[in-house]
C-alpha cells in the first residue's frame, strides 16, 4: 500500500536551513504529483509546494517562494524539500503528500 514516511526536521536557528526527506512505497514518485504541506501550532493545514509528473514543474506558496525547492530523486523513490533562510512563522510539522495520503511529518522548529 501507499506510505510515504519523512524525516529531516529539527531546532534551527532563525536564517538556517534543514533539508525534509519524505521515503515513498507502494507507488512511484515519478508518476505522481507529490505535494508538501505544513501545520503550525493551533492552525490548519497549509500547501507549500508542489512538483508535478515528467517535467517537474514546480509551484510554491508565497511565504516560501525563493527560501524553499521542491525536488524528488526517481531512482531512490525520495521527495525532498530543501529549506533555506527559515524563519519562526516556518515552524510547523511537514508532511508529504500524494492524493490526500500523508505521511506521520517531521517537526520543523525556528527559533533562537
Known amino acids: 500500500q501507499v506510505q510515504l514516511v519523512e524525516s529531516g526536521g529539527g531546532l534551527v536557528q532563525p536564517g538556517g536551513s534543514l533539508k525534509l526527506s519524505c521515503a515513498a512505497s507502494?507507488?512511484?514518485?515519478?508518476?505522481?504529483?507529490m505535494t508538501w504541506v505544513r501545520q503550525a501550532p493551533g492552525k490548519g493545514l497549509e500547501w507549500v509546494s508542489t512538483?508535478?509528473?515528467?517535467?517537474?514543474?514546480?509551484t510554491y506558496a508565497t511565504s516560501v517562494k525563493g527560501r524553499f525547492t521542491i525536488s524528488r530523486d526517481n531512482a531512490k523513490n525520495m521527495l525532498y524539500l530543501q529549506m533555506n533562510s527559515l524563519k519562526p512563522e516556518d515552524t510547523a510539522v511537514y508532511y508529504c503528500?500524494?492524493?490526500?495520503?500523508r505521511g506521520q511529518g517531521t517537526q520543523v522548529t525556528v527559533s533562537s
Open positions: 507502494g507507488f512511484s514518485v515519478s508518476n505522481s504529483f
Open positions: 503528500e500524494r492524493s490526500g495520503v
Open positions: 512538483i508535478t509528473i515528467g517535467g517537474g514543474s514546480t
